[in-house]
């Protein structure tokens, strides 16, 4: 299987980067062809600064991503949640990335192709929260990941893990270990 991972979390250092470098060395063990997008190295500029009125200048970055998840049989995100969403950086990746005419087009306001129908994808995200509020609720970010962002384009979630209360007196490290293990054991 062909898995491109894109690791959202803008710091290098974090939980987040670890969780995804671990996954993608597990999954190139496991014997698939694994490329990651890793927005903590890249030099991406993420905001959309015309919306979707022009192109921007330096759309390489945007296209070559975009050839990744074509490429791609299955994408694997990795991120925190901070004020109910993904950070800054991995918002802009999708606003720059799943583009009318990629991702998505317009037949009519009724009528929507769905461009990337027939990938799937996980969602491995941590929270200072509780879990059962980043996944449970609706209009929560995994509602919204699942049925806005990537059902809009047809990609379909497979699998959504959610390690709550990050940061805070109740996470241990044994937990973000046990985390780190229970996402990697859902490589395919």
């Known amino acids: 299987m062909k898995l491109l991972i894109i690791q959202g979390h803008p710091d290098s250092q974090s939980f987040n ?13 496991a014997g698939h062809e694994v490329k990651m997008i890793d927005l903590a190295e890249e030099d991406f500029n993420p905001n959309l600064e015309y919306g979707f009125r022009q192109h921007m200048e330096g759309e390489s970055k945007p296209n070559h991503y975009q050839e990744l998840i074509k490429e791609a049989d299955q994408l694997v995100f990795f991120f925190p949640t901070w004020w109910g969403a993904e950070p800054a950086m991995l918002k802009g990746f999708l606003d720059r990335t799943l583009t009318p005419h990629f991702a998505y087009h317009y037949q009519s306001a009724t009528k929507i192709d769905k461009l990337l129908t027939g990938k799937t994808a996980k969602l491995f995200i941590t929270s200072r929260g ?48 046990e985390f780190i293990e229970r996402c990697a054991a859902n490589i395919d």
């Open 17 to 29: 980067h670890a969780n995804a470098v671990n996954y993608y060395e597990k999954a190139q063990a």
């Open 130 to 177: 509780p879990a059962f509020f980043t996944k449970s609720i609706y209009g929560s970010v995994v509602y919204r990941w699942k049925h806005l962002v990537l059902g809009f384009c047809g990609i379909k979630a497979t699998k959504t893990l959610v390690l709550g209360n990050m940061n805070t007196q109740r996470s241990t490290e044994a937990q973000r270990k």
